[in-house]
Protein backbone atom coordinates (compact mmCIF):
# COMPACT_ATOMS: atom_id res chain seq x y z
CA UNK A 1 0.00 0.00 0.00
CA UNK A 2 0.97 3.85 -0.91
CA UNK A 3 0.55 6.78 1.76
CA UNK A 4 -1.13 9.44 -0.54
CA UNK A 5 -0.35 12.74 1.31
CA UNK A 6 -3.13 15.25 0.67
CA UNK A 7 -2.56 19.12 -0.68
CA UNK A 8 -6.33 20.35 -0.75
CA UNK A 9 -5.86 23.68 -2.43
CA UNK A 10 -8.72 26.72 -1.62
CA UNK A 11 -8.23 30.02 -2.71
CA UNK A 12 -4.23 29.68 -3.46
CA UNK A 13 -3.23 28.08 -0.31
CA UNK A 14 -3.28 24.38 1.14
CA UNK A 15 -5.96 24.02 3.56
CA UNK A 16 -8.00 21.03 4.93
CA UNK A 17 -11.51 21.05 5.49
CA UNK A 18 -13.46 19.33 8.24
CA UNK A 19 -15.85 16.42 7.33
CA UNK A 20 -16.09 18.40 3.68
CA UNK A 21 -17.03 21.67 5.19
CA UNK A 22 -15.94 24.78 3.72
CA UNK A 23 -16.89 26.75 6.47
CA UNK A 24 -14.37 24.80 8.86
CA UNK A 25 -11.32 25.33 6.66
CA UNK A 26 -7.63 24.93 8.44
CA UNK A 27 -5.29 26.89 6.60
CA UNK A 28 -2.05 24.75 6.84
CA UNK A 29 0.29 26.42 4.36
CA UNK A 30 0.42 29.73 2.02
CA UNK A 31 1.87 28.11 -0.77
CA UNK A 32 0.70 24.24 -1.83
CA UNK A 33 3.78 24.01 -3.95
CA UNK A 34 5.76 24.38 -0.54
CA UNK A 35 3.37 21.30 1.14
CA UNK A 36 3.57 19.45 -1.55
CA UNK A 37 7.53 19.69 -1.06
CA UNK A 38 7.43 18.81 2.48
CA UNK A 39 5.55 15.79 1.97
CA UNK A 40 7.98 14.76 -1.15
CA UNK A 41 11.23 15.32 1.19
CA UNK A 42 9.81 13.08 3.83
CA UNK A 43 9.66 10.75 1.43
CA UNK A 44 6.05 10.69 -0.32
CA UNK A 45 5.77 8.53 -3.37
CA UNK A 46 2.61 9.78 -4.57
CA UNK A 47 0.18 13.11 -4.23
CA UNK A 48 -2.98 13.56 -4.00
CA UNK A 49 -4.24 16.93 -5.15
CA UNK A 50 -7.35 18.76 -4.40
CA UNK A 51 -9.09 21.27 -6.45
CA UNK A 52 -11.75 22.68 -3.45
CA UNK A 53 -12.53 25.91 -5.51
CA UNK A 54 -13.09 23.84 -8.73
CA UNK A 55 -14.92 21.20 -6.75
CA UNK A 56 -17.45 24.07 -5.33
CA UNK A 57 -17.77 25.89 -8.25
CA UNK A 58 -17.63 22.69 -11.40
CA UNK A 59 -15.03 23.90 -12.81
CA UNK A 60 -11.06 23.40 -12.34
CA UNK A 61 -9.67 26.92 -10.67
CA UNK A 62 -6.22 25.92 -9.27
CA UNK A 63 -4.35 23.81 -12.05
CA UNK A 64 -1.75 26.84 -12.04
CA UNK A 65 -0.62 25.58 -9.06
CA UNK A 66 -0.83 21.78 -10.16
CA UNK A 67 1.11 22.68 -13.01
CA UNK A 68 4.07 24.22 -10.38
CA UNK A 69 3.89 20.76 -8.58
CA UNK A 70 4.10 18.36 -11.39
CA UNK A 71 6.63 20.68 -12.63
CA UNK A 72 9.50 21.53 -10.18
CA UNK A 73 8.23 18.13 -7.83
CA UNK A 74 9.97 14.42 -9.17
CA UNK A 75 6.67 12.28 -8.01
CA UNK A 76 3.38 11.35 -9.39
CA UNK A 77 0.10 13.38 -8.73
CA UNK A 78 -3.30 12.36 -9.00
CA UNK A 79 -5.76 15.31 -8.83
CA UNK A 80 -9.45 16.32 -8.33
CA UNK A 81 -12.12 19.13 -8.27
CA UNK A 82 -14.04 20.00 -10.59
CA UNK A 83 -13.33 18.20 -13.42
CA UNK A 84 -16.51 17.88 -15.10
CA UNK A 85 -16.51 18.18 -18.62
CA UNK A 86 -14.15 16.20 -20.75
CA UNK A 87 -12.00 19.50 -22.13
CA UNK A 88 -11.44 19.76 -17.96
CA UNK A 89 -10.40 16.34 -17.64
CA UNK A 90 -8.23 16.87 -21.12
CA UNK A 91 -6.60 20.27 -19.42
CA UNK A 92 -5.81 18.01 -16.17
CA UNK A 93 -3.89 15.21 -17.77
CA UNK A 94 -2.06 18.16 -19.94
CA UNK A 95 -0.81 19.60 -16.59
CA UNK A 96 1.47 16.64 -16.03
CA UNK A 97 -0.73 14.34 -13.46
CA UNK A 98 -0.47 10.71 -13.45
CA UNK A 99 -4.28 10.00 -12.73
CA UNK A 100 -7.40 12.20 -12.71
CA UNK A 101 -9.85 12.10 -10.01
CA UNK A 102 -13.89 12.06 -10.86
CA UNK A 103 -16.72 12.62 -8.62
CA UNK A 104 -19.67 14.33 -9.58
CA UNK A 105 -20.05 14.09 -13.56
CA UNK A 106 -19.31 10.49 -13.37
CA UNK A 107 -21.57 9.66 -11.43
CA UNK A 108 -24.20 11.61 -12.95
CA UNK A 109 -23.63 12.07 -16.37
CA UNK A 110 -23.16 8.42 -18.34
CA UNK A 111 -21.83 10.22 -21.65
CA UNK A 112 -19.49 12.23 -19.59
CA UNK A 113 -18.02 8.61 -17.74
CA UNK A 114 -17.96 6.96 -21.46
CA UNK A 115 -16.12 9.47 -22.70
CA UNK A 116 -13.44 9.47 -20.18
CA UNK A 117 -12.91 5.67 -19.93
CA UNK A 118 -12.95 6.29 -23.93
CA UNK A 119 -9.78 9.11 -23.86
CA UNK A 120 -8.48 8.36 -20.19
CA UNK A 121 -9.47 4.71 -18.66
CA UNK A 122 -6.17 3.61 -17.31
CA UNK A 123 -5.20 7.06 -16.10
CA UNK A 124 -8.71 7.86 -13.93
CA UNK A 125 -9.96 7.12 -10.52
CA UNK A 126 -13.74 7.88 -9.83
CA UNK A 127 -14.24 9.19 -6.37
CA UNK A 128 -17.38 7.51 -3.64
CA UNK A 129 -17.36 10.11 -1.11
CA UNK A 130 -19.55 9.02 1.46
CA UNK A 131 -21.63 11.24 4.43
CA UNK A 132 -24.77 9.60 6.73
CA UNK A 133 -24.29 6.50 4.56
CA UNK A 134 -25.00 8.07 1.22
CA UNK A 135 -22.64 9.31 -1.73
CA UNK A 136 -22.32 12.37 -1.72
CA UNK A 137 -21.47 15.06 -4.76
CA UNK A 138 -21.19 19.05 -6.09
CA UNK A 139 -18.26 19.05 -3.58
CA UNK A 140 -19.61 17.12 -0.68
CA UNK A 141 -22.76 19.64 -0.24
CA UNK A 142 -25.31 17.22 -1.62
CA UNK A 143 -25.81 14.12 -0.57
CA UNK A 144 -27.52 11.74 -2.53
CA UNK A 145 -29.91 8.66 -1.90
CA UNK A 146 -27.79 6.45 -3.40
CA UNK A 147 -26.01 3.24 -1.37
CA UNK A 148 -22.46 3.39 -1.74
CA UNK A 149 -22.25 -0.21 -2.61
CA UNK A 150 -25.11 0.16 -5.84
CA UNK A 151 -23.33 3.24 -7.14
CA UNK A 152 -19.63 1.22 -7.03
CA UNK A 153 -21.77 -1.89 -8.79
CA UNK A 154 -23.47 0.50 -11.07
CA UNK A 155 -20.12 2.05 -12.04
CA UNK A 156 -17.78 -1.39 -12.30
CA UNK A 157 -20.91 -2.67 -14.96
CA UNK A 158 -19.69 0.39 -17.27
CA UNK A 159 -16.30 -0.36 -16.99
CA UNK A 160 -14.63 1.70 -13.83
CA UNK A 161 -12.17 -0.33 -12.21
CA UNK A 162 -10.16 2.36 -9.84
CA UNK A 163 -12.31 4.20 -6.84
CA UNK A 164 -10.87 6.50 -4.20
CA UNK A 165 -13.70 5.72 -0.91
CA UNK A 166 -13.93 8.59 1.03
CA UNK A 167 -15.76 8.73 4.32
CA UNK A 168 -16.72 12.62 4.52
CA UNK A 169 -18.02 12.29 8.05
CA UNK A 170 -14.77 11.09 9.51
CA UNK A 171 -12.72 13.32 7.20
CA UNK A 172 -10.54 15.88 9.52
CA UNK A 173 -11.93 14.43 12.53
CA UNK A 174 -8.22 12.39 13.59
CA UNK A 175 -11.14 9.78 14.81
CA UNK A 176 -9.92 6.94 12.76
CA UNK A 177 -11.51 4.95 10.30
CA UNK A 178 -14.16 2.56 10.10
CA UNK A 179 -12.85 -0.63 9.86
CA UNK A 180 -15.95 -2.89 9.07
CA UNK A 181 -16.85 -0.30 6.15
CA UNK A 182 -13.32 -0.65 4.45
CA UNK A 183 -13.99 -4.22 4.55
CA UNK A 184 -17.47 -4.15 3.10
CA UNK A 185 -16.22 -1.88 0.46
CA UNK A 186 -13.11 -3.66 -0.33
CA UNK A 187 -16.06 -7.20 -0.70
CA UNK A 188 -17.18 -4.88 -3.17
CA UNK A 189 -14.91 -3.58 -5.80
CA UNK A 190 -13.53 -5.31 -7.95
CA UNK A 191 -10.02 -3.82 -8.41
CA UNK A 192 -7.99 -0.96 -6.73
CA UNK A 193 -9.22 1.64 -4.38
CA UNK A 194 -7.63 4.03 -1.88
CA UNK A 195 -9.06 5.06 1.30
CA UNK A 196 -9.74 8.31 3.16
CA UNK A 197 -10.95 9.42 5.53
CA UNK A 198 -10.09 10.17 9.59
CA UNK A 199 -6.87 8.75 9.96
CA UNK A 200 -5.23 10.44 13.29
CA UNK A 201 -2.41 8.26 14.25
CA UNK A 202 -0.07 5.40 13.25
CA UNK A 203 -2.28 2.74 14.75
CA UNK A 204 -5.06 3.77 12.49
CA UNK A 205 -2.82 2.48 9.48
CA UNK A 206 -1.45 -0.13 10.89
CA UNK A 207 -4.81 -1.58 11.40
CA UNK A 208 -5.36 -0.93 7.61
CA UNK A 209 -2.51 -2.82 6.59
CA UNK A 210 -3.54 -5.45 8.74
CA UNK A 211 -6.94 -6.15 7.02
CA UNK A 212 -4.93 -7.83 4.37
CA UNK A 213 -7.39 -6.84 1.36
CA UNK A 214 -5.36 -6.92 -1.20
CA UNK A 215 -7.17 -4.75 -3.85
CA UNK A 216 -6.70 -1.71 -1.04
CA UNK A 217 -4.02 0.15 -2.57
CA UNK A 218 -3.42 3.09 -0.53
CA UNK A 219 -4.42 5.29 2.37
CA UNK A 220 -4.90 9.07 1.39
CA UNK A 221 -3.89 11.35 4.65
CA UNK A 222 -4.25 14.87 5.44
CA UNK A 223 -4.35 16.15 8.93
CA UNK A 224 -2.53 13.80 10.52
CA UNK A 225 0.27 14.58 8.44
CA UNK A 226 -0.01 18.74 9.09
CA UNK A 227 -0.57 18.06 12.46
CA UNK A 228 3.22 16.07 12.94
CA UNK A 229 0.86 12.91 14.05
CA UNK A 230 3.62 11.12 12.07
CA UNK A 231 5.56 11.33 9.42
CA UNK A 232 5.06 10.77 5.66
CA UNK A 233 7.45 7.86 6.18
CA UNK A 234 6.37 6.55 9.44
CA UNK A 235 3.30 5.98 7.80
CA UNK A 236 4.60 4.41 4.59
CA UNK A 237 6.45 2.25 6.75
CA UNK A 238 3.20 1.78 9.08
CA UNK A 239 1.05 0.60 5.61
CA UNK A 240 3.62 -1.67 4.48
CA UNK A 241 3.39 -3.89 7.45
Same mark, same amino acid.
Given at each position: ???????????????????????????????????????????????????????????????????????????????????????????????????????????????????????????? *? =??????? @? /??? &???? #????? !?????????????????????????????????????????????????????????????????????????? *? =??????? @? /??? &???? #????? !?
Amino acid at each position: MILYPAVDILDGRAVRLRQGDFDEATVYDSSPLDAARSWVEQGAAFLHVVDLDGARSGAPANLADVRQITSELNVPVQVGGGLRSVDAVREALDSGVERVVLGTAALRDQEFLDDCLGICRDRM *I =VSIDVSG @G /RVA &VEGW #QQVTG !GEPEAVIESLMARGVRSFVYSNVDRDGMLEGPDLDEVRRIAGVIRGRFLYAGGIGRIEDLEALAALRQVNLGGV *I =VGKALYE @G /RFT &VREG #QEALA !G
